[in-house]
């Protein structure tokens, strides 16, 4: 009975994987296919022009992206996991910020620092290159991934064997032969890690491509949302969506096994230098990682600027007034105050789905640890097959069963929830993990039952890892804007919805506030994360 209770705890969890994701878009894949007239139909989708453009778009943009983030941030990183320096921790942490922020926020202050009315290319029209096209592009993905690729690297460093770094210098091995045989193949793995995790949220992205270069950039997952929704051709759409799928499943598998080979890593003890004796190297390192994080920073920092200066001119605080203005509620058909209500009332509610769900699966992890790796990987499939296949897939199969469009902010929630569980599920695998079972044993002892004992032994200790499972989950809701832009409608605009909204019909001033005020909601959930949860772990 007790193993029965255990493999229950994972069937709320298989039951919403199964129903809002892999059910919807089998579906989806069978019906296109059938109504496409199989092989043949897969061909002519294929044979189009603007859908082989998108592949290769992908393609590019992703490996481009990847290079280049590893090129970065192998240095950085190694610098976060070799040397040690007052306020290294603090700053470690906050390197996930750009992780949590909306992709929205990284694209409107690409454009307020490189834009045709950037801070820079104002000064320098030369930095104009990077306000468009595909160097826009390329830019906004670094800002997301090279900060994790700094974090997979440092981690490689940080779980390297001290024992065999110190016996290769016994034996006379010089600094570069430690490198090679000791502490720098971890780094290696690490940093393949963050390059594949780059190449797949690259190779997917959906807001850069749409609103930094328009149709001749577009990715797949752009392209299957056009051929939805703007090309009405929904069986073309969800055939390329079934492409997509296949094309990345390599690189998403490879991905998985590096990554598990990283946590297999017995680590302990790595050495670390202190930054005062790291010669000439470290404080080589010690600048690229300053210049890095000057970037990354000082786009956040123009966001800010231009919400109190707009590109519009006029006067301070101008732009806040056009956002809560009349004609903003007009043009948008609901109010700024309606807007942050909306946001964040659907990320609270996918954040306490996350919750209830990862707290059912933390059960079932600590009664038998085994199964953790397979249930991340069942988590994990959401997040493979994209989140425009994941909205498209439920437009198709729950919209019409949950009652149409009234009822779809729902299917919203439902999508954020998705994409927000297998990260929420590892905030708590992660603390839950290091608990000895000799509490919950005692109160099992005394009559619990085996879930009241993990609710009342285990839980209780791990609060902060639930408090960042729940916050974690509220950052990725309040920022979803891929998924949420292919659902909405006008009674359930969200923040980052209404900043696409305000672009298109040039409301320069309230879209400048709207992305600062998106920006501050962000960074007000990432303090509460660093201050009353626990440091999350990718």
Do not use: H, K
Not at 244 to 273: D, Q, W
Not at 448 to 477: E, H, K, M, N, Q
């Amino acid at each position: 009975m007790r193993l029965r209770g255990d493999g229950l705890a994972v069937l709320p969890a298989l039951a919403f994987v199964g129903l809002f994701a892999l059910l919807p878009v089998a579906l989806l894949f069978v019906v296109a296919l059938a109504n496409i007239g199989g092989a043949p139909g897969l061909v002519s989708v294929l044979s189009n022009p603007l859908n082989r453009a998108a592949i290769q778009n992908s393609l590019v943009q992703g490996g481009l992206s990847a290079v280049v983030a590893v090129a970065i941030g192998y240095p950085v990183g190694l610098f976060f996991g070799r040397y040690d320096w007052p306020g290294r921790a603090a700053l470690r942490s906050f390197l996930l910020v750009p992780f949590l922020l909306p992709s929205l926020v990284v694209v409107f202050g690409i454009l307020d620092v490189f834009g045709p009315s950037g801070l820079l290319t104002s000064a320098n029209p030369a930095f104009g290159w990077l306000g468009s096209g595909l160097p826009a592009i390329v830019a906004a993905n670094l800002v997301f991934n090279t900060p994790i690729v700094v974090l997979f690297t440092a981690t490689g460093a940080e779980v390297a064997s001290a024992d065999l770094e110190e016996t290769v210098a016994v034996l006379g091995g010089s600094p570069a032969r430690a490198y090679l045989d000791s502490w720098g193949p971890p780094t290696w793995v690490g940093a393949a890690v963050g390059g594949l995790i780059t190449f797949l949220f690259s190779g997917l992205s959906f807001a850069p491509p749409l609103l930094l270069c328009g149709p001749r950039c577009y990715t797949i997952e752009v392209q299957v949302w056009s051929l939805y929704q703007q090309l009405f051709q929904p069986n073309a759409a969800a055939v390329l969506a079934l492409v997509m799928v296949l094309l990345f499943l390599g690189p998403t598998a490879l991905y998985l096994l590096l990554l598990g080979r990283l946590r297999a890593l017995p680590g302990g003890r790595a050495r670390r230098i202190p930054l005062r004796e790291g010669g000439a190297a470290g404080l080589a390192l010690a600048a690229l990682s300053v210049a890095v994080l000057a970037a990354e920073f000082g786009l956040l920092g123009s966001v800010l600027y231009r919400s109190l200066a707009p590109t519009t001119g006029g006067a301070v605080g101008g732009a806040w007034t056009a956002l809560f203005s009349s004609t903003t509620t007009e043009r948008l058909g609901i109010s700024a105050v309606g807007l942050i209500e909306n946001s964040l009332l659907f990320a609270a509610a996918a954040s306490a789905i996350a919750i209830l769900l990862g707290v059912t699966l933390g059960y079932a992890v600590v009664r038998r640890p085994g199964r953790a790796r397979s249930v991340g990987l069942l988590l994990f499939l959401p997040l493979l097959i994209s989140p425009v296949l994941l909205a498209f897939s439920l437009a198709e199969l729950w919209r019409p069963l949950f009652g149409g469009a009234p009822n779809v902010w729902l299917l919203m929630v439902v999508s954020q929830a998705t994409l927000a569980v297998p990260f929420a599920l590892q905030s708590l695998e992660i603390p839950l993990a290091g608990l000895s079972p000799a509490a919950r044993e005692a109160a099992e002892s005394l009559g619990a039952r085996p879930f009241g004992a993990f609710l009342d032994a285990d839980l209780p200790r791990v609060r902060s890892g639930l408090a960042s499972a729940g916050l974690f989950a509220f950052a990725l809701g309040l920022g979803e804007f891929t998924a949420t832009y292919f659902l909405w409608i006008p009674r359930f605009t969200t923040l980052p919805v209404a900043l696409v909204l305000l672009s298109q019909d040039r409301l320069v001033a309230a879209e400048n506030a709207a992305v600062a005020l998106l920006l501050l909601l962000s960074l007000a959930v990432f303090a509460a994360l660093q201050f009353g949860g626990r440091r999350v772990e990718l």
